[in-house]
Nanobody, 114 residues
Framework: QVQLVESGGGLVQAGGSLRLSCAAS????????MGWYRQAPGKQRELVAF???????KDVDSVKGRFTISRDNAKNTVYLQMNSLKPEDTAVYYC????????WGQGTQVTVSS
């Protein structure tokens, strides 16, 4: 069973940067499309960006040009570099496969102050 452990969140001022990491156990990681998701208070969880096994990426319009997803298959890790953070980026951030096929991890809290 694949397990996901997110880290790297924190409190940052608007305009700041954070780099999130998601470590996945399991040898099939490199074959999977991986995504970063977030859930803000009172809102549904949403997909933010994803990266295919071959390295192709796509992100949603609200983070385009500010967030970059990447992966290191040798380390079974996917990253989310977040720049120019805005208060509306405040949420718990999670990683998972796309489509979702793994139990959610605990997530990592990102709080952006204005």
């Amino acid at each position: 069973q694949v397990q996901l452990v997110e880290s790297g969140g924190g409190l940052v001022q608007a305009g700041g940067s954070l780099r999130l990491s998601c470590a996945a156990s399991g040898s099939i990681f490199s074959l999977k499309t991986m995504g970063w998701y977030r859930q803000a208070p009172g809102k549904q969880r949403e997909l933010v960006a994803f990266i295919t096994s071959g390295g192709s990426t796509k992100d949603v319009d609200s983070v385009k040009g500010r967030f970059t997803i990447s992966r290191d298959n040798a380390k079974n890790t996917v990253y989310l570099q977040m720049n120019s953070l805005k208060p509306e980026d405040t949420a718990v951030y999670y990683c998972n496969t796309l489509p979702i096929s793994v139990t959610w991890g605990q997530g990592t809290q990102v709080t952006v102050s204005s």
